[in-house]
C-alpha cells in the first residue's frame, strides 16, 4: 500500500544561518496558511540554532473562518471513510475503504457511511453524507452525484450538472486527494526549520499572559484554542490600547464580569484539627523515640554477638530513615470538593456573549493505549471506548484517539464494531441517565437496574440494548476466527491466480515452490498495512507503517436528534444522537529505532491530536480503566477552570479496581497509596502522576513554565541548578516582541469556544502520518523535555516529576462516585511482576538526572522529600531481607540482637510499636480507609520487599554499571480460564524466581523455631529470654508473609493433607538432627538430658 518515494535529508553542519523571524498566519478555509502580516519584529530568541517559524492567529472578530462549502464537506466524509497510511521513507497514501466491519454501518459520523444511491447510469457508487446522515447534494436541483462522478463532471463536463445541466457554483474541491494513485498533498517536515522540528510548538502563555492575567479576575473565561503548529495558549480581550498597560491591572475585563459575586468551582477541605494535630504531634513523638532508641542501642552493644547487633543496628538505622522520608509528606493532607452546578451556570448558561447557552467549555482529547490484543483483550478495550464517547461533556469539544502499539488487525475491527455499537448504546445512557456506561459493567450490576427510573419505555430499550450489547460480545469474541478464515479465503485466491498466471506463462518451476505472503486481509478486501497474523516484512510487531483510520468523524456543531420507534429500535426523538470523534493511530515502527515504549505511543498521540482537533487538555486512560462516572471530567475541569487553575498541570484521579478478590489478599486495591499518600502530597505541590486516570493541560506537557513562575536567582547551589534553569526558560527570552504586535493583541472573547471547529480534510490527516513516523523525533525535544518523558520503565513517575520542577501543581481529585475503575493483577506471580516493574522505574529514576537530590528550587522541600523516597524504597529491600534473617540466626545461634531483654528495651519497644498503632489509627481516620485495608498493605511491603524490590535493585543497578536493558511484558488483563470462578486466578500458581527469597525466609523462620525451641526445652540451663525474642521476631515475619504462603497452596481444600503431614515431620526431623549435631553447652549426652529408649 505504501510505495518508497524519498529519503529525509540529513541536516546539514557548519552552515550560518540566518537570524530567526516570525511570521503571523492564518489557516483558511483550504488548510493553507497565508501571511497575517509582515516580516517585521526583530526577534532575538536564542542562538543560530533556532530558524523561522509561523504564529497562527486564533479567530477574532477580525479573522473569522470562512463557511465550509460543499466541497469540504464531501472532503471530510471522504478523509473519514480512508485509511491514512504512509511513513519513514514512504508514500503517504489514504486508502478508501468502503466498509471498515462485515455488518453494515448505519451512524452518519461512522467510518464507511454512505449516502443514498448515485444517479448517474452505471454508477454503483454512494453519495457523500454529511455528519447528520443526509445526502451532500453540490447542485440546487438535489441532483444526486457520488463524489467520483462529481469530480468527473468537474473535469471533464466544464462543471455542469447531470441533472439541470447548469453550472456547478462551488467547484473548490481539493483534487490531488482525489486520485488514489498519486501522494496525498503532505507539508513538507523535511524542510521544516528547526525549531520546529525540536518542539512542534509557537509561544509560551508566559510571555503573553505575564501583564494581562496578574489581576484578580477569572482568567479562564477567556480560555482559546491557537490551532498554531501543535501550539495552545490564553488570551484576553482587552479594551482598544489596554493590552500591555501597566496601569491597567485588570488587563481590560469586562466590568460586567467583575460586578458579578465570585463563586468558587472547587473547595479545599481541611482535614479537622482534632485528628490532624494529634497526627503531627504523634510523629514528632515517634522520631524523638527512635532517635533516643538507637543513641541507646548503639551505645549497647550485644558484646556476646557483635555481629548480631552490627546487622541489626544497621538495619534499624535505615529504617527510621526510610519512615521519616515517607512521613514527613504527609504532614498537611487536604481533600477538595467541586461544585458542577456552578461550572454549568458559567460555562453553559445563556448570556449577552452567548445567547443559545451552547457550552463554552474547552475541547478535551482523550487518548487510550493498547498494545497487545491477547494480553488486553479487545472487549475490554471496547468497552472503555464506548464509556469514552457516552461521557456526559459536550460532543463537539470531545475527541477520543486509540493508540494500537501492536498495529493489529484484530484491534482495529473491535475499535469499528465499538464505534458501530455506540450509534445505540450511547443515545440509551443520554435518554435513561445510566450509570456505570460501561455496557459490561452496567449489565453485571448486582443492584437493583430500575431503580429510580420512571420513564415507561425504560425496561423496553434496556432490553433492546443488552440484547444488542450480546450481539456484539459475540461479534468481538469472534473476530480472530473471522480475520483468519477471511485471510485463509483471500490468500487461497492469491495462489490460485499465480497459479494461473504461472501456467499461462509456461514457466518450468514446479507449482509446489510457488510461495505466496500469508497477508492479513481487512473486510473491503485490502491488505492490512499493519502487523500481519504471520509476520512478514513490513508486517511484523516492530516494522510496520504508521495507521490513521477515522472511526467517528467530528459531530456536527447543533444537536442532531434520533428517530421514533417506528424506525430504530429505541425511540430517540429527544435523544442527541451524535457521537464524539473517534480516531484509530497505530504508530509507524521500524527496525534500528527506540519507540520508547508506552511513552512513545503517548507523544505520537500527542502530536497527531493536536493537529486533527487540538484540545487544550488532555485525558489518559489505560485500555482496562473505563469512566465509571459519567461526570468525571466536568469534575477534573472544575479544577482547570477555577481561579489559579492556569497554574495546574494536571489532575490526577485516583485508580479504584474491580475483579479483586474479597480479601484483597496483595493490597491491588492500593488504598494507602491512594487515599494516604496521595491526599497528602496534595496537601504540598500535588500528587504524582502514576499513569492513567489523569487530565493534563497540554502546555504543561509541552514543556513550559506556568504563568507568573518565580525567578530564581542563582545561589550557593547555582552549579547544580544552572543547566535546569536554562532548559526551563530558554523559550520565553525575549519573547516580549509578541506582546506589542498589533496581531496578538485580538484574543477570543468569552463565549468563542462556541465557534465551529474547521472541518477535516485530507493534507491535515496526511500531516498527522507524517508526526507519527518513526523518525519525527530524532535530534528534538520529545521525550527529554516535551512529552512523556523517556528513559524509565516508570514514565509516568518522571513526566510528573519534570512538571512539578518547573513550578507547576498538580490536583488530586476524589470523587463521590468513583471517576474511573479499572482491573488489576490477583495472581500472586503477576502481581509481583507489576511491583517489580515500578520497582526498576524508582531504581532507574534514582540513578538519573531525575532524582529529587538534584531538583530544581523550584519544587517545595517537601516535595523534593517524596519523590526522593519514589527513588529511594526499593533499597530498603537490602536491609529488610537481612532483618528477616536475623530471628532465623539468633535461634540458630542462642544469641539475640541485645544482650539481655531488660526493661529499657522492652519500654522502647512498645513505645514504637504504640506510636505507630496509634498513627494508623489517625491515618484511617482522616482518609476512610478500613484496618483490614492498611494491615493488607503491611504485609504485601514486606512480600514486595523481600522479592520484586531486591530483584529491581539488582537489575537497576546491572543496568546502571553494565548497561544491560530491562525488558518487560505487559500485565495480562485477561481473566482466567475457569467461568464459574470470577477469581480463579486467585489460586494459579506460576513459578518465577522472585518467589525463591520468600520462600526461603519462611522456610529459614520455621527451621529455626524448631530448633530454638528443641535447644531451650533440652537444654541444662534453658535461656527463655533469648528464646522469645526470637520467637517473636520470626512470628512477627512470618505473620507479614502469611497471604504469600498462601498463594503458594493454590485453591483452598485443594492442597493434599500429606502436604502438611510431611512439612510438620520434616520440621521436627531437621530440630532434632540440629540439636543431636549441636548439643546446648553443659550436655554430655547426645540430645542433652534427652535420652533415647
Same mark, same amino acid.
Given at each position: 500500500?505504501?510505495?518508497?518515494?524519498?529519503?529525509?535529508?540529513?541536516?546539514?553542519?557548519?552552515?550560518?544561518?540566518?537570524?530567526?523571524?516570525?511570521?503571523?498566519?492564518?489557516?483558511?478555509?483550504?488548510?493553507?496558511?497565508?501571511?497575517?502580516?509582515?516580516?517585521?519584529?526583530?526577534?532575538?530568541?536564542?542562538?543560530?540554532?533556532?530558524?523561522?517559524?509561523?504564529?497562527?492567529?486564533?479567530?477574532?472578530?477580525?479573522?473569522?473562518?470562512?463557511?465550509?462549502?460543499?466541497?469540504?464537506?464531501?472532503?471530510?466524509?471522504?478523509?473519514?471513510?480512508?485509511?491514512?497510511?504512509?511513513?519513514?521513507?514512504?508514500?503517504?497514501?489514504?486508502?478508501?475503504?468502503?466498509?471498515?466491519?462485515?455488518?453494515?454501518?448505519?451512524?452518519?459520523?461512522?467510518?464507511?457511511?454512505?449516502?443514498?444511491?448515485?444517479?448517474?447510469?452505471?454508477?454503483?457508487?454512494?453519495?457523500?453524507?454529511?455528519?447528520?446522515?443526509?445526502?451532500?447534494?453540490?447542485?440546487?436541483?438535489?441532483?444526486?452525484?457520488?463524489?467520483?462522478?462529481?469530480?468527473?463532471?468537474?473535469?471533464?463536463?466544464?462543471?455542469?450538472?447531470?441533472?439541470?445541466?447548469?453550472?456547478?457554483?462551488?467547484?473548490?474541491?481539493?483534487?490531488?486527494?482525489?486520485?488514489?494513485?498519486?501522494?496525498?498533498?503532505?507539508?513538507?517536515?523535511?524542510?521544516?526549520?528547526?525549531?520546529?522540528?525540536?518542539?512542534?510548538?509557537?509561544?509560551?502563555?508566559?510571555?503573553?499572559?505575564?501583564?494581562?492575567?496578574?489581576?484578580?479576575?477569572?482568567?479562564?473565561?477567556?480560555?482559546?484554542?491557537?490551532?498554531?503548529?501543535?501550539?495552545?495558549?490564553?488570551?484576553?480581550?482587552?479594551?482598544?490600547?489596554?493590552?500591555?498597560?501597566?496601569?491597567?491591572?485588570?488587563?481590560?475585563?469586562?466590568?460586567?464580569?467583575?460586578?458579578?459575586?465570585?463563586?468558587?468551582?472547587?473547595?479545599?477541605?481541611?482535614?479537622?484539627?482534632?485528628?490532624?494535630?494529634?497526627?503531627?504531634?504523634?510523629?514528632?513523638?515517634?522520631?524523638?523515640?527512635?532517635?533516643?532508641?538507637?543513641?541507646?542501642?548503639?551505645?549497647?552493644?550485644?558484646?556476646?554477638?557483635?555481629?548480631?547487633?552490627?546487622?541489626?543496628?544497621?538495619?534499624?538505622?535505615?529504617?527510621?530513615?526510610?519512615?521519616?522520608?515517607?512521613?514527613?509528606?504527609?504532614?498537611?493532607?487536604?481533600?477538595?470538593?467541586?461544585?458542577?452546578?456552578?461550572?454549568?451556570?458559567?460555562?453553559?448558561?445563556?448570556?449577552?456573549?452567548?445567547?443559545?447557552?451552547?457550552?463554552?467549555?474547552?475541547?478535551?482529547?482523550?487518548?487510550?493505549?493498547?498494545?497487545?490484543?491477547?494480553?488486553?483483550?479487545?472487549?475490554?478495550?471496547?468497552?472503555?471506548?464506548?464509556?469514552?464517547?457516552?461521557?456526559?461533556?459536550?460532543?463537539?469539544?470531545?475527541?477520543?484517539?486509540?493508540?494500537? *502499539?501492536?498495529?493489529?488487525?484484530?484491534?482495529?475491527?473491535?475499535?469499528?464494531?465499538?464505534?458501530?455499537?455506540?450509534?445505540?448504546?450511547?443515545?440509551?445512557?443520554?435518554?435513561?441517565?445510566?450509570?456505570?456506561?460501561?455496557?459490561?459493567?452496567?449489565?453485571?450490576?448486582?443492584?437493583?437496574?430500575?431503580?429510580?427510573?420512571?420513564?415507561?419505555?425504560?425496561?423496553?430499550?434496556?432490553?433492546?440494548?443488552?440484547?444488542?450489547?450480546?450481539?456484539?460480545?459475540?461479534?468481538?469474541?469472534?473476530?480472530?476466527?473471522?480475520?483468519?478464515?477471511?485471510?485463509?479465503?483471500?490468500?487461497?485466491?492469491?495462489?490460485?491466480?499465480?497459479?494461473?498466471?504461472?501456467?499461462?506463462?509456461?514457466?518450468?518451476?514446479?507449482?509446489?515452490?510457488?510461495?505466496?505472503?500469508?497477508?492479513?486481509?481487512?473486510?473491503?478486501?485490502?491488505?492490512?498495512?499493519?502487523?500481519?497474523?504471520?509476520?512478514?516484512?513490513?508486517?511484523?510487531?516492530?516494522?510496520?507503517?504508521?495507521?490513521?483510520?477515522?472511526?467517528?468523524?467530528?459531530?456536527?456543531?447543533?444537536?442532531?436528534?434520533?428517530?421514533?420507534?417506528?424506525?430504530?429500535?429505541?425511540?430517540?426523538?429527544?435523544?442527541?444522537?451524535?457521537?464524539?470523534?473517534?480516531?484509530?493511530?497505530?504508530?509507524?515502527?521500524?527496525?534500528?529505532?527506540?519507540?520508547?515504549?508506552?511513552?512513545?505511543?503517548?507523544?505520537?498521540?500527542?502530536?497527531?491530536?493536536?493537529?486533527?482537533?487540538?484540545?487544550?487538555?488532555?485525558?489518559?486512560?489505560?485500555?482496562?480503566?473505563?469512566?465509571?462516572?459519567?461526570?468525571?471530567?466536568?469534575?477534573?475541569?472544575?479544577?482547570?477552570?477555577?481561579?489559579?487553575?492556569?497554574?495546574?498541570?494536571?489532575?490526577?484521579?485516583?485508580?479504584?479496581?474491580?475483579?479483586?478478590?474479597?480479601?484483597?489478599?496483595?493490597?491491588?486495591?492500593?488504598?494507602?497509596?491512594?487515599?494516604?499518600?496521595?491526599?497528602?502530597?496534595?496537601?504540598?505541590?500535588?500528587?504524582?502522576?502514576?499513569?492513567?486516570?489523569?487530565?493534563?493541560?497540554?502546555?504543561?506537557?509541552?514543556?513550559? *513554565?506556568?504563568?507568573?513562575?518565580?525567578?530564581?536567582?542563582?545561589?550557593?547551589?547555582?552549579?547544580?541548578?544552572?543547566?535546569?534553569?536554562?532548559?526551563?526558560?530558554?523559550?520565553?527570552?525575549?519573547?516580549?516582541?509578541?506582546?506589542?504586535?498589533?496581531?496578538?493583541?485580538?484574543?477570543?472573547?468569552?463565549?468563542?469556544?462556541?465557534?465551529?471547529?474547521?472541518?477535516?480534510?485530507?493534507?491535515?490527516?496526511?500531516?498527522?502520518?507524517?508526526?507519527?513516523?518513526?523518525?519525527?523525533?530524532?535530534?528534538?525535544?520529545?521525550?527529554?523535555?516535551?512529552?512523556?518523558?523517556?528513559?524509565?520503565?516508570?514514565?509516568?513517575?518522571?513526566?510528573?516529576?519534570?512538571?512539578?520542577?518547573?513550578?507547576?501543581?498538580?490536583?488530586?481529585?476524589?470523587?463521590?462516585?468513583?471517576?474511573?475503575?479499572?482491573?488489576?493483577?490477583?495472581?500472586?506471580?503477576?502481581?509481583?511482576?507489576?511491583?517489580?516493574?515500578?520497582?526498576?522505574?524508582?531504581?532507574?529514576?534514582?540513578?538519573?538526572?531525575?532524582?529529587?537530590?538534584?531538583?530544581?528550587?523550584?519544587?517545595?522541600?517537601?516535595?523534593?522529600?517524596?519523590?526522593?523516597?519514589?527513588?529511594?524504597?526499593?533499597?530498603?529491600?537490602?536491609?529488610?531481607?537481612?532483618?528477616?534473617?536475623?530471628?532465623?540466626?539468633?535461634?540458630?545461634?542462642?544469641?539475640?540482637?541485645?544482650?539481655?531483654?531488660?526493661?529499657?528495651?522492652?519500654?522502647?519497644?512498645?513505645?514504637?510499636?504504640?506510636?505507630?498503632?496509634?498513627?494508623?489509627?489517625?491515618?484511617?481516620?482522616?482518609?476512610?480507609?478500613?484496618?483490614?485495608?492498611?494491615?493488607?498493605?503491611?504485609?504485601?511491603?514486606?512480600?514486595?520487599?523481600?522479592?520484586?524490590?531486591?530483584?529491581?535493585?539488582?537489575?537497576?543497578?546491572?543496568?546502571?554499571?553494565?548497561?544491560?536493558?530491562?525488558?518487560?511484558?505487559?500485565?495480562?488483563?485477561?481473566?482466567?480460564?475457569?467461568? *464459574?470462578?470470577?477469581?480463579?486466578?486467585?489460586?494459579?500458581?506460576?513459578?518465577?524466581?522472585?518467589?525463591?527469597?520468600?520462600?526461603?525466609?519462611?522456610?529459614?523462620?520455621?527451621?529455626?523455631?524448631?530448633?530454638?525451641?528443641?535447644?531451650?526445652?533440652?537444654?541444662?540451663?534453658?535461656?527463655?529470654?533469648?528464646?522469645?525474642?526470637?520467637?517473636?521476631?520470626?512470628?512477627?515475619?512470618?505473620?507479614?508473609?502469611?497471604?504469600?504462603?498462601?498463594?503458594?497452596?493454590?485453591?483452598?481444600?485443594?492442597?493434599?493433607?500429606?502436604?502438611?503431614?510431611?512439612?510438620?515431620?520434616?520440621?521436627?526431623?531437621?530440630?532434632?538432627?540440629?540439636?543431636?549435631?549441636?548439643?546446648?553447652?553443659?550436655?554430655?549426652?547426645?540430645?542433652?538430658?534427652?535420652?533415647?529408649?
Amino acid at each position: 500500500m505504501a510505495a518508497r518515494s524519498f529519503n529525509p535529508p540529513e541536516p546539514e553542519h557548519g552552515k550560518s544561518t540566518a537570524p530567526p523571524t516570525v511570521t503571523f498566519a492564518r489557516r483558511t478555509s483550504s488548510g493553507r496558511y497565508v501571511n497575517y502580516s509582515r516580516d517585521d519584529l526583530d526577534s532575538e530568541i536564542g542562538s543560530g540554532e533556532f530558524m523561522n517559524y509561523t504564529v497562527q492567529i486564533p479567530p477574532t472578530p477580525d479573522n473569522q473562518p470562512m463557511d465550509a462549502s460543499i466541497s469540504q464537506r464531501v472532503e471530510e466524509q471522504y478523509v473519514s471513510s480512508s485509511l491514512f497510511t504512509g511513513g519513514f521513507n514512504s508514500v503517504t497514501r489514504a486508502h478508501l475503504m468502503d466498509k471498515v466491519i462485515e455488518s453494515e454501518t448505519s451512524h452518519p459520523q461512522m467510518a464507511g457511511a454512505k449516502g443514498s444511491s448515485c444517479a448517474i447510469r452505471g454508477c454503483d457508487g454512494k453519495v457523500m453524507s454529511d455528519e447528520r446522515g443526509e445526502d451532500i447534494l453540490p447542485c440546487e436541483c438535489d441532483f444526486k452525484i457520488c463524489r467520483d462522478c462529481y469530480v468527473d463532471a468537474v473535469r471533464t463536463g466544464d462543471g455542469i450538472c447531470p441533472g439541470c445541466k447548469e453550472p456547478y457554483k462551488a467547484t473548490d474541491l481539493d483534487e490531488k486527494a482525489v486520485d488514489k494513485g498519486r501522494p496525498l498533498p503532505l507539508p513538507s517536515n523535511v524542510e521544516m526549520s528547526k525549531m520546529e522540528r525540536r518542539l512542534s510548538l509557537m509561544k509560551s502563555t508566559k510571555s503573553v499572559l505575564m501583564k494581562s492575567q496578574t489581576g484578580d479576575f477569572d482568567h479562564n473565561r477567556w480560555l482559546f484554542e491557537t490551532k498554531g503548529t501543535y501550539g495552545y495558549g490564553n488570551a484576553i480581550w482587552p479594551r482598544d490600547g489596554g493590552f500591555g498597560n501597566e496601569e491597567n491591572d485588570g488587563g481590560g475585563e469586562p466590568t460586567e464580569l467583575l460586578n458579578k459575586p465570585w463563586r468558587p468551582l472547587t473547595r479545599k477541605l481541611k482535614i479537622p484539627a482534632a485528628v490532624l494535630s494529634p497526627y503531627r504531634l504523634l510523629i514528632l513523638v515517634r522520631v524523638v523515640v527512635l532517635g533516643l532508641f538507637l543513641q541507646w542501642r548503639i551505645t549497647n552493644p550485644n558484646n556476646d554477638a557483635k555481629w548480631l547487633w552490627f546487622m541489626s543496628i544497621v538495619c534499624e538505622i535505615w529504617f527510621a530513615f526510610s519512615w521519616l522520608l515517607d512521613q514527613l509528606p504527609k504532614l498537611s493532607p487536604v481533600n477538595r470538593s467541586t461544585d458542577l452546578n456552578v461550572l454549568k451556570e458559567k460555562f453553559e448558561t445563556p448570556s449577552p456573549n452567548n445567547p443559545t447557552g451552547k457550552s463554552d467549555l474547552p475541547g478535551i482529547d482523550i487518548y487510550v493505549s493498547t498494545a497487545d490484543p491477547e494480553k488486553e483483550p479487545p472487549l475490554v478495550t471496547a468497552n472503555t471506548i464506548l464509556s469514552i464517547l457516552a461521557a456526559d461533556y459536550p460532543v463537539e469539544k470531545l475527541s477520543c484517539y486509540v493508540s494500537d *502499539d501492536g498495529g493489529a488487525l484484530l484491534t482495529f475491527e473491535a475499535m469499528a464494531e465499538a464505534a458501530s455499537f455506540a450509534d445505540l448504546w450511547v443515545p440509551f445512557c443520554r435518554k435513561h441517565d445510566i450509570e456505570p456506561r460501561n455496557p459490561e459493567s452496567y449489565f453485571n450490576l448486582k443492584r437493583d437496574p430500575y431503580k429510580n427510573k420512571v420513564r415507561p419505555d425504560f425496561v423496553k430499550d434496556r432490553r433492546r440494548a443488552k440484547r444488542e450489547y450480546d450481539e456484539f460480545k459475540v461479534r468481538i469474541n469472534s473476530l480472530p476466527d473471522s480475520i483468519r478464515r477471511r485471510s485463509d479465503a483471500y490468500n487461497a485466491r492469491e495462489e490460485i491466480k499465480a497459479m494461473k498466471l504461472q501456467r499461462e506463462n509456461g514457466s518450468d518451476e514446479p507449482l509446489e515452490s510457488l510461495k505466496i505472503s500469508k497477508a492479513t486481509w481487512m473486510a473491503d478486501g485490502t491488505h492490512w498495512p499493519g502487523t500481519w497474523m504471520v509476520p512478514a516484512l513490513e508486517h511484523s510487531k516492530g516494522d510496520h507503517a504508521g495507521i490513521i483510520q477515522v472511526m467517528l468523524k467530528p459531530p456536527s456543531d447543533e444537536p442532531l436528534h434520533g428517530t421514533s420507534a417506528e424506525t430504530s429500535p429505541v425511540d430517540l426523538t429527544e435523544v442527541d444522537i451524535r457521537l464524539p470523534m473517534l480516531v484509530y493511530v497505530s504508530r509507524e515502527k521500524r527496525p534500528g529505532y527506540d519507540h520508547n515504549k508506552k511513552a512513545g505511543a503517548m507523544n505520537a498521540l500527542v502530536r497527531a491530536s493536536a493537529i486533527m482537533s487540538n484540545g487544550p487538555f488532555i485525558l489518559n486512560l489505560d485500555c482496562d480503566h473505563y469512566i465509571y462516572n459519567s461526570q468525571a471530567i466536568r469534575e477534573g475541569m472544575c479544577f482547570m477552570m477555577d481561579r489559579g487553575g492556569d497554574r495546574i498541570c494536571y489532575v490526577q484521579f485516583p485508580q479504584r479496581f474491580e475483579g479483586i478478590d474479597p480479601s484483597d489478599r496483595y493490597a491491588n486495591h492500593n488504598t494507602v497509596f491512594f487515599d494516604v499518600n496521595m491526599r497528602a502530597l496534595d496537601g504540598l505541590q500535588g500528587p504524582v502522576y502514576v499513569g492513567t486516570g489523569c487530565l493534563f493541560r497540554r502546555i504543561a506537557l509541552y514543556g513550559f *513554565d506556568p504563568p507568573r513562575s518565580k525567578e530564581y536567582h542563582p545561589g550557593c547551589c547555582s552549579c547544580c541548578f544552572a543547566r535546569r534553569k536554562k532548559s526551563a526558560t530558554w523559550l520565553n527570552s525575549k519573547a516580549d516582541h509578541l506582546l506589542i504586535h498589533p496581531a496578538v493583541k485580538n484574543g477570543r472573547p468569552p463565549g468563542a469556544l462556541t465557534i465551529p471547529r474547521e472541518l477535516l480534510d485530507a493534507s491535515t490527516v496526511a500531516e498527522a502520518i507524517s508526526v507519527i513516523s518513526c523518525w519525527y523525533e530524532d535530534k528534538t525535544e520529545w521525550g527529554n523535555r516535551v512529552g512523556w518523558i523517556y528513559g524509565s520503565v516508570t514514565e509516568d513517575v518522571v513526566t510528573g516529576y519534570r512538571m512539578h520542577n518547573r513550578g507547576w501543581r498538580s490536583i488530586y481529585c476524589v470523587t463521590k462516585r468513583d471517576a474511573f475503575r479499572g482491573t488489576a493483577p490477583i495472581n500472586l506471580t503477576d502481581r509481583l511482576h507489576q511491583v517489580l516493574r515500578w520497582a526498576t522505574g524508582s531504581v532507574e529514576i534514582f540513578f538519573s538526572r531525575n532524582n529529587a537530590l538534584l531538583a530544581s528550587p523550584k519544587m517545595k522541600f517537601l516535595q523534593r522529600i517524596a519523590y526522593l523516597n519514589v527513588g529511594i524504597y526499593p533499597f530498603t529491600s537490602l536491609f529488610l531481607i537481612v532483618y528477616c534473617f536475623l530471628p532465623a540466626l539468633s535461634l540458630f545461634s542462642g544469641q539475640f540482637i541485645v544482650q539481655t531483654l531488660n526493661v529499657t528495651f522492652l519500654t522502647y519497644l512498645l513505645l514504637i510499636t504504640l506510636t505507630l498503632c496509634i498513627l494508623a489509627v489517625l491515618e484511617i481516620k482522616w482518609s476512610g480507609i478500613a484496618l483490614e485495608e492498611w494491615w493488607r498493605n503491611e504485609q504485601f511491603w514486606l512480600i514486595g520487599g523481600t522479592s520484586a524490590h531486591l530483584a529491581a535493585v539488582l537489575q537497576g543497578l546491572l543496568k546502571v554499571v553494565a548497561g544491560i536493558e530491562i525488558s518487560f511484558t505487559l500485565t495480562s488483563k485477561s481473566a482466567g480460564d475457569d467461568a *464459574d470462578d470470577e477469581f480463579s486466578d486467585l489460586y494459579i500458581i506460576k513459578w518465577t524466581s522472585l518467589m525463591i527469597p520468600p520462600i526461603t525466609i519462611m522456610m529459614t523462620n520455621l527451621i529455626a523455631i524448631a530448633v530454638g525451641v528443641s535447644r531451650t526445652i533440652y537444654s541444662t540451663i534453658p535461656q527463655w529470654s533469648r528464646l522469645l525474642g526470637g520467637v517473636f521476631f520470626s512470628f512477627w515475619v512470618l505473620a507479614h508473609l502469611y497471604p504469600f504462603a498462601k498463594g503458594l497452596m493454590g485453591r483452598r481444600g485443594r492442597t493434599p493433607t500429606i502436604v502438611f503431614v510431611w512439612s510438620g515431620l520434616i520440621a521436627i526431623t531437621i530440630s532434632l538432627l540440629w540439636v543431636a549435631i549441636d548439643p546446648p553447652s553443659g550436655s554430655s549426652g547426645i540430645g542433652g538430658s534427652f535420652q533415647f529408649p
